[in-house]
Nanobody, 124 residues
């Protein structure tokens, strides 16, 4: 079994930055892609970003390209989501995910493991 734990959420003003971290524990996530989904109030959960085990393949939703960066440190079993130029529309609960499937999968049911989520609030 794998446990994912997010950290780094909080309240920030528009234009500011936050870095989310996700640490995996339990079973080794060798060859697993890691990523992030988010769910804003009253909206469906959506894919945000993902990165392959090697770090070579990175997939980001169009709305965050140029502002968010995903990375990982396999030695620390941790992935990161650097969020710059934040907008009020980025306000959501952010969930860390992991999958044995491709980093290009954006379907929720294809991600095997989920963290409990961390709140990100961007004020205008």
């Amino acid at each position: 079994q794998v446990q994912l734990a997010e950290s780094g959420g909080g309240l920030v003003q528009a234009g500011g930055s936050l870095r989310l971290s996700c640490r995996a524990s339990g079973r080794t996530l060798t060859k697993f892609a890691m990523g992030w989904f988010r769910q804003a109030p009253g909206k469906e959960r959506e894919f945000v970003a993902a990165i392959s085990w090697s770090g070579i393949d990175r997939n980001l939703v169009d709305s965050v390209k140029g502002r968010f960066t995903i990375s990982r440190d396999n030695a620390k079993s941790t992935s990161y989501l650097q969020m710059n130029s934040l907008k009020p529309d980025d306000t959501a609960i952010y969930y860390c995910v992991a999958t044995a499937n491709s980093a290009y999968t954006t379907r929720m049911d294809e991600w095997d493991f989920w963290g409990p989520g961390t709140q990100v609030t961007v004020s205008s």
